[in-house]
Structures are given as structure tokens and as C-alpha cells.
């Protein structure tokens, strides 16, 4: 009889393998609750990986037979792999590395592991760019929303609109540099009540740009969704509508940032900062496609009409020569003052302190000015408390606009005018909405009208 059950167990292998999901399509969350019961708010959702503190081998059991992928989550102090042991024997599925280990000890949990997943959520500076790591993930994030003064009063963007506190623009540096899926695991505020509104901008702030928000729960929300009051549960649908709607169009993902204007900067530097000079273009609603130093080459330029090199003169000779082709051949290019130097990354901030910000000003006037009124690709009007994004399909045949709405109310009346010859616009939204938009010829190009964005909505171009 033994025998005849090994060959059954291994005969279901297969079976067993494909019904786990790859580490590309794992849509994560942070599991407050260690009570096998817990895992009935997971019903119907498409939650598929959750990130333990504490657990039983109970509630991974549990949360193995439906689906999930388990992860522990082990934090820098004591003895690494001893604690990745423990974890492996209780049956996880994988390990997480959040924080800033010793040199090696990722090394010693991977061989641990033997072959289980181990995932490192890390310092934004310590992010392995270019590497073969299936995902790349890292604790540090800003919360997204409107930003405002101590004293109440909203702060002012580039253009006088709103400053939305974002990480898209850290995203988009990121995703230049390869396929790789992408995690944002920064957690609430501590000691703050988040609205489920707020919840709902984080998780688009990071959709939009390609990448994955780790789902995270404040006490005080937790707590309530645990009692299964009505406010929660209805906070938590939302919520759930909204990571729905994003992993029901894998195909955004493999879409490439486009855009007119490309933005040349080593992640090294300001390229891996929050409210720098890639996320000041965004707040103007101009497509830019992020060009990471180390990867400027003609084909990186390809189809841009403008380039900023916010680099200098720091540049290598034969980078100099790309750029200085690009401009030969009629693009126009901007070049960072003489002397200029983009702020590193440090390990203990992720955003420009006030005088980078006032330094920054020296090039954000030339990039303003540049830039002007154009339409690099599209404009979008009535849009002052939202960010948008514009993707393309490999063949060029489809793109993709995004919006983010990160106000308190719906905003009405947007207008998108866009560059291309598109003969079809489909207006898609988390609430299920899906309606043709009529195209309208404007002076650049083609346009369509937008009645109303509660938190979100994309507009399909074909």
C-alpha cells in the first residue's frame, strides 16, 4: 500500500505546483490575525499571498488549502536562519527579509531555504536594480495624498495645484530597469486612523506604475474588520473592488511608460527620491519615460522629442555622444547647470529636504520652460488633485491612460487630449463601468470628456 500512496502523492505533484501561483502573480497582503477563521475575509477576493508576524501551523494549514502563499516575515536581530528554519517548519511557504541585514544573510536564508522562496523588502538605496529577482520590494514609501503645511493650508505643486505625496515617480525609476514585479511594503503612519478613502489611493498610487501595494491595515481598522463592523467591512469590499480591478488587466503591467520626453538619471542619485524631478513633471500631467544612467543608449531615446539630463556634465564620454546624436538629429535636450548635483539616496530618507527642493528649482524653471504647453503625448485638463500615467502596449498599438483621483470627492468634467491616430476610446472604472467615450479632433491631436473619477478610471486607447 505504500508504495501504490507515494506514486499517488507524486502523481498529484503537478497538480499541486500549478495550482501555486508564481511569485509574479502574487497579490500580497500583510495578515494581522493568526485565527484560521480570519482567512473568511479572503473569500472571493484576489488575495493570494499573505505576510505573517505570528502564525500556527494551524492557520498556515489553513490558509494553504485555499491557495495561499505564505510568507514569513523576519525582521534584522538574532539568529536569521535559525529563524527561517522555524518558520520552513511550519510548513510557510517562504521567507521575507524586511529591513537592512548583515552582509551574507540573505545568502544564508536563501541556502536554508533549499529552493523555497525568499523575498527582501529593503532600504529603497539597497534595491538589486537590474538583478534576476523576481520581485523587488521595499519598505520605504511615502503615504500617498494631497499634502499639506502644518497649519492645515494645502501645499503648493509646481504649477500651484496641489502637491500629492506619491511614490510613482520612485516606481517608474524602477520599473526602467526590467521586469521584475514590484512591492510597496511601506506600512499606515503609526498612530493614525486611515480612512478607507486613503487606503483606496495608496493601492492606485502604486497600480498605476506597474506595481503592487502590500496590502497593510492600521490598528484601529484591523480591529474593527476583525468585529465585522458594517463601516469596515464596507471600507474592506472597497478596497478589494480596487486590487480586483487592477490584477483583472495583468496586461498593464507589460506595458512600457510612454511618453515624448525622456528623463535621463542614475537611480543612485535622485533617481530612486521621492518629489524630485520626476515626480514635479508628473504633477504637470506630462508623460515621461524615466531613463536610468546606466541604460542610455539610441534605442532608450527612440521616439522622444526631448530629453533632460539631469546627470551634467557627470556623464560618461560615450553617454555624452548618445545625447549629444539625439540633439543633432532634432531633439531638444537639457542639460542639468554646470556644477549640478542630484541628491543621493540615503538610507534614512526617501524624500528631498527644503534646501534640495529650493536647489532643485534651478533646473525645474529650464524643465518647466521646455516643456511648456506641449502635448508630449497627452495633456489632461481639470485634473489638479490627480496624477495620471500613460502606458503602450510592445507594439504600439494600444495605450493606456491612467488617473488617480487623491481628493476627498469625485472630479468632474476631465478632459484627456491625446497625440496618435486612435479610432476607439473605452472608459473602464473599479465600479464596473465600461462605456465608449466619443473622440473629438482638437488642434494636436484627438480628445475624449470624462463626466466623473471617483478614485480611479483608465481610458483604453485602440
Not at 49 to 64: D, I, M, P, R, T
Not at 178 to 184: D, N
Not at 191 to 214: C, E, H, M
Amino acid at each position: 500500500m505504500l508504495p501504490a500512496r507515494c506514486a499517488a502523492v507524486v502523481g498529484l505533484l503537478p497538480l499541486l505546483l500549478a495550482a501555486t501561483p508564481r511569485p509574479a502573480d502574487w497579490v500580497p497582503a500583510r495578515w494581522p490575525w493568526s485565527e484560521a477563521p480570519s482567512l473568511a475575509l479572503l473569500t472571493d477576493t484576489p488575495i493570494n499571498c499573505l505576510l505573517l508576524k505570528n502564525y500556527s501551523g494551524e492557520f498556515v494549514a489553513a490558509a494553504a488549502g485555499r491557495g495561499m502563499v505564505t510568507l514569513a516575515v523576519i525582521v534584522p536581530g538574532g539568529d536569521t536562519v535559525a529563524a527561517a528554519r522555524r518558520a520552513l517548519a511550519a510548513r510557510v511557504t517562504g521567507i521575507v527579509l524586511e529591513g537592512d541585514f548583515p552582509e551574507g544573510a540573505a545568502a544564508g536564508v536563501r541556502e536554508a531555504a533549499a529552493g523555497a522562496p525568499v523575498v527582501e523588502l529593503t532600504a529603497r538605496h539597497r534595491l538589486p536594480l537590474g538583478g534576476d529577482a523576481p520581485i523587488l520590494g521595499t519598505y520605504q514609501g511615502v503615504w500617498p495624498g494631497i499634502a499639506v503645511e502644518e497649519d492645515g493650508a494645502k501645499k503648493a505643486g509646481p504649477t500651484g495645484s496641489a502637491w500629492i505625496d506619491t511614490n510613482t515617480g520612485f516606481l517608474r525609476a524602477v520599473r526602467a530597469w526590467g521586469p521584475a514585479a514590484l512591492w510597496m511594503a511601506n506600512q499606515p503612519p503609526p498612530k493614525t486612523v486611515v480612512t478607507g478613502g486613503r487606503y483606496l489611493q495608496a493601492i492606485a498610487d502604486a497600480a498605476i506604475s506597474g506595481a503592487r501595494w502590500v496590502l497593510a491595515l492600521d490598528d484601529d481598522f484591523a480591529l474593527r474588520l476583525a468585529r465585522r463592523e458594517a463601516s469596515a467591512l464596507r471600507d474592506w469590499q472597497r478596497m478589494v473592488q480596487l486590487i480586483r480591478y487592477f490584477e483583472q488587466h495583468p496586461e498593464w503591467r507589460s506595458m512600457t511608460e510612454y511618453g515624448k520626453l525622456a528623463l535621463v538619471q542614475d537611480p543612485a542619485k535622485g533617481g530612486l527620491l521621492s518629489g524630485g524631478i520626476l515626480d514635479m513633471i508628473a504633477v504637470k500631467h506630462t508623460p515621461v519615460r524615466p531613463v536610468p544612467r546606466q541604460r542610455l543608449n539610441a534605442e532608450a531615446l527612440a521616439g522622444a522629442t526631448m530629453a533632460v539630463n539631469v546627470e551634467g556634465d557627470s556623464l560618461p564620454a560615450a553617454q555624452r555622444e548618445v545625447l549629444r546624436n539625439f540633439a543633432r538629429a532634432g531633439g531638444t535636450l537639457l542639460t542639468g547647470p554646470p556644477g549640478w548635483q542630484d541628491p543621493a539616496a540615503r538610507e534614512d530618507r526617501i524624500t528631498l529636504d527644503k534646501a534640495e527642493l529650493e536647489r532643485l528649482n534651478d533646473i525645474w524653471r529650464e524643465v518647466n520652460s521646455m516643456i511648456g504647453r506641449r502635448n508630449l503625448g497627452v495633456r489632461l485638463f481639470n485634473v489638479s488633485a490627480m496624477l495620471s500615467n500613460l502606458l503602450a502596449s510592445p507594439d504600439g498599438k494600444v495605450h493606456v491612460v491612467h488617473l488617480v483621483n487623491y481628493s476627498d470627492y469625485p472630479v468632474e468634467n476631465v478632459a484627456v487630449h491625446f497625440l496618435g491616430n486612435f479610432k476607439r476610446a473605452t472608459l473602464t472604472t473599479p465600479e464596473g463601468a465600461e462605456k465608449s467615450l466619443d473622440i473629438y479632433q482638437t488642434e494636436e491631436g484627438w480628445g475624449v470628456d470624462i463626466a466623473q473619477v471617483a478614485v480611479c478610471a483608465t481610458i483604453r486607447l485602440e
